[in-house]
């Protein structure tokens, strides 16, 4: 069984600030893909970043970082200098190589950040 | 940049009724999905489909969904008998492999309100 938790329901940070999304995974596959996606407000699901299990390297993309660690299965999203515009729900999803071809998701993390 | 698109992005049916919701995967994508999202709630994968087949559904796809590719570009998931429990944002995705590794890329989703 595949199982995401985003134990982060909701945060709030002033503009600026940095801020990291945590994303804590399960799954008895040792081939899997972690994913993250964001959810704006107006509702469609915009695909951030794909990592497989064998590439633990981190990953930096302008102002996003992610941090893949296997040994805490943890995959977790850094946004530096938050920007009014990060404001979403943000969802952490795995695929495992036994699941089949479906995305399992996290409870996602609504973030905000205030001006 | 190539999308997915998906129509109606709202659709507002009676308890009871048929909703037919559409999509256009991407074109040289070869594994089409439907995934759900209750407001407030996480997504949540319905089906997948490959070669004019499900390939894989969950146990929330039962008897009152069926999906079709009726054509070359649509993709479509039918609700036979709607009920106040099946609104939710209905989320197409495509992808061009099974394991996702280029990523499953998601539509803009449709808002179903069954009253």
């Known amino acids: 069984a595949q199982k995401v938790t985003q134990a982060q329901t909701e945060i709030s940070v002033v503009e600026k600030e940095d801020v990291t999304l945590d994303c804590v995974y399960e799954?008895?596959?040792?081939?899997?893909?972690l994913f993250w996606y964001k959810q704006p407000p107006s509702g469609e699901l915009v695909f951030l970043i794909r990592?497989?299990?064998?590439?633990?390297q981190n990953e930096i993309s302008g102002r996003y970082s992610w941090n893949f660690q296997k040994s805490t299965s943890s995959f977790n999203f850094t946004i530096t200098a938050s920007q009014v515009v990060d404001s979403a729900v943000y969802f952490c999803?795995?695929?495992?190589?036994?699941?089949?071809?479906?995305?399992?998701f996290g409870e996602g993390t609504q973030l905000t950040v205030n001006p | 940049e190539p999308e997915v698109t998906q129509t109606p992005s709202h659709q507002v049916t009676q308890m009871g009724q048929e909703v037919i919701l559409r999509c256009v995967p991407i074109?040289?994508?070869?594994?089409f999905y439907w995934y759900r999202q209750i407001l407030g709630q996480k997504v949540e994968f319905l089906v997948s489909?490959?070669?004019?087949?499900?390939?894989?559904k969950s146990e929330i796809f039962d008897d009152q969904f069926s999906v079709e590719r009726p054509d070359g570009s649509n993709f479509t998931l039918k609700i036979r008998s709607t009920k106040l429990e099946d609104s939710a944002m209905y989320f197409c995705?495509?992808?061009?492999?099974?394991?996702?590794?280029?990523?499953?890329?998601f539509g803009s989703g449709t808002r179903l309100t069954v009253v």
């Open positions: 799954t008895r596959d040792t081939t899997y893909y």
């Open positions: 990592r497989n299990s064998f590439d633990e």
């Open positions: 999803a795995l695929r495992g190589e036994t699941s089949g071809s479906r995305l399992t």
């Open positions: 074109s040289n994508h070869l594994y």
């Open positions: 489909f490959y070669n004019n087949e499900i390939s894989e």
């Open positions: 995705a495509s992808s061009a492999s099974r394991t996702g590794s280029y990523g499953y890329t």
